[in-house]
């Protein structure tokens, strides 16, 4: 159980596009979701907490104007990359924490997004 | 705040060595544990954590780690590495009843098993 998915996988867009990235939760209801970015062979970096129906907290020096989260439902959360350009290009990974818990979180498989 | 340490930045060994991952972290508050494992272009998967109870936890591949918190530490050990074991893996502290359930990530390490 605890599974999360990623859609897409991986992406490559045109500079000036805008790009969405969803998580799901699969089996489990999920009222916390976060989202990280991860350069290569580096960390994670935390970029914002996305609680079901309420905004997003985003982390000190994230642009909650480019990277627009969405939190519609206990499953579902969104990640828009507005206006992507070459340095937006990264892993972005997912997590889900269960209602009931142990602040484990459970990741996605994570999205690559190549911006040209 | 919180902080956390990954002492070696990659650990290559041969197979079927021993090895240890080190993890030290900071914190003015109770925190639990975890260590995650990451294998190229995936997501993150627990290997094990620590909330409370005993402080020695083991994985079912046969990983352990031991909460030591008069040295502020939660190393990562295995007696014997496998090919497999070639990932990098992240060491994570949260805050104990923290109603944000942030993790703080360590830097990482890398362990490469040599055949």
């Known amino acids: 159980g605890a599974v999360v998915s990623q859609h897409p996988s991986w992406v490559i867009c045109k500079s000036g596009t805008s790009v969405k990235i969803e998580c799901r939760s699969l089996?489990?209801?999920?009222?916390?979701m976060f989202w990280y970015r991860q350069f290569p062979k580096q960390s994670l970096m935390l970029m914002a907490t996305?609680?079901?129906?309420?905004?997003?907290?985003?982390e000190q020096g994230v642009e909650k104007d480019k990277f627009l989260i969405n939190h519609a439902s206990l499953t579902l959360s969104t990640l828009t990359v507005t206006s992507a350009h070459p340095e937006d290009s990264s892993f972005y990974i997912c997590?889900?924490?269960?209602?009931?818990?142990?602040?484990?979180?459970?990741f996605g498989p994570g999205t690559r997004l190549t911006v040209l | 705040a919180q902080s956390v340490t990954q002492l070696d930045s990659q650990v290559p060994v041969f197979e079927e060595a021993p090895v240890e991952l080190r993890c030290n972290y900071s914190?003015?508050?109770?925190?639990?544990l975890f260590w995650y494992v990451q294998y190229p272009n995936q997501g993150l998967q627990l290997l094990l954590k620590y909330l409370s109870g005993s402080t020695l936890v083991e994985s079912i591949n046969g990983f352990e780690a031991e909460f030591n918190k008069s040295q502020t530490s939660f190393h990562l050990r295995k007696p014997s590495v496998h090919i497999s074991d070639t990932a990098e893996y992240f060491c994570?502290?949260?805050?104990?009843?923290?109603?944000?359930?942030?993790?703080?990530f360590g830097q990482g390490t890398t362990l490469q098993v040599k055949p």
């Open positions: 994570a502290v949260s805050e104990l009843g923290s109603n944000t359930g942030k993790l703080i």
């Open positions: 089996d489990f209801q999920a009222t916390t």
């Open positions: 996305s609680n079901e129906g309420s905004k997003a907290t985003y």
């Open positions: 997590s889900a924490q269960r209602i009931v818990g142990d602040n484990e979180q459970f």
């Open positions: 914190s003015s508050v109770s925190v639990y």
